[in-house]
């Protein structure tokens, strides 16, 4: 009888551990469908082609009578989350300084890549992306007017609109390197809108004969005790699909 109930706990216990196994092997093969079915959901992105323009540029002109410019912008999927990036534009900008008024313009490169950092899941192809461009920009100055420094103020100084200081200085170039955060939507079909801030750092610059590059083209408004400036853009994209 004790050689009954030793082979029944045997046969117990050994049908207790393979069931056990049993339901482990049955949840590893549950954890594993979960897991491709969620890769499957996670679509991969198709190799693009997006262009189009910044619309906050139009806008500042219809805000600002004393500045005109237009950027085109475009962008293209490398590889996976990687994104080479191209920025292209021209701006026409007159300023008051202290002493002196002067009229910019211009052109500007910027080449640069995109990292999305957002996860898309199937049917979706919107980013949440940091970047970096290389900036450069061909420019002229014209000086239109200025007032010479005085150290006697008791007479009113004259404002000079005429003579060999008012003049054009052409062939200026200056460089920086912009540091973007930004996001990308997809609205309707093919259709995207986006919004970046960027944080610029003038490396260098070729300034004008007796006054400075006060306003750079692509990179906005410049001082000299200052090389680091700020921007932004909202832009209309349309994505073309490339088949490899």
């Known amino acids: ?27 590893e093969e549950a954890l594993a469908e979960e897991v491709i079915d969620t890769l499957k959901k996670r679509e991969k992105k198709p190799y693009t082609l997006r262009f189009g323009i910044d619309l906050s540029k ?7 009578k004393d500045y005109l410019g237009l950027e085109l912008v475009g962008d293209i ?21 202290e002493r002196i008024n002067l009229t910019t313009t211009g052109t500007y490169l910027k080449l640069g890549f995109d990292y999305n950092m957002y996860k898309n899941w199937k049917g979706m192809n919107n980013s949440i992306y940091l970047g970096m461009r290389l900036g450069n920009s061909f420019h002229n100055q014209k000086v239109n007017e200025y007032e010479p420094y005085e150290l ?12 060999p200081e008012i003049r054009e200085q052409d062939a200026l ?14 609205m309707i079909n093919n259709i995207y809108m986006g919004f970046s801030l960027r944080l610029n750092r003038l490396m260098n610059d070729t300034r004008p004969v007796n006054f400075d590059n006060l306003y750079i083209p692509g990179f906005n408004k410049k001082t000299d005790e200052n090389v680091w400036g700020a921007g932004f853009n909202y832009t209309i994209t349309y994505a073309i699909p490339i088949k490899l």
Do not use: C
């Open 152 to 163: 006697n103020h008791y007479w009113e100084t004259e404002i000079i609109k005429d003579g």
């Open 77 to 97: 999927r490398l590889y996976s989350e990687f994104y080479g990036a191209v920025e292209l534009g021209n701006e026409k900008k007159t300023q008051q300084s």
């Open 58 to 64: 139009p806008v500042m002109a219809q805000m600002d």
């Open 1 to 27: 009888m004790k050689k009954v109930h030793i082979w029944l706990f045997t046969i117990s216990l050994t049908l207790t551990v393979s069931g056990l196994s049993s339901q482990e092997v049955v949840a």
């Open 173 to 186: 170039q200056a460089r920086w390197i912009e540091i973007i955060a930004g996001i990308r939507v997809k």
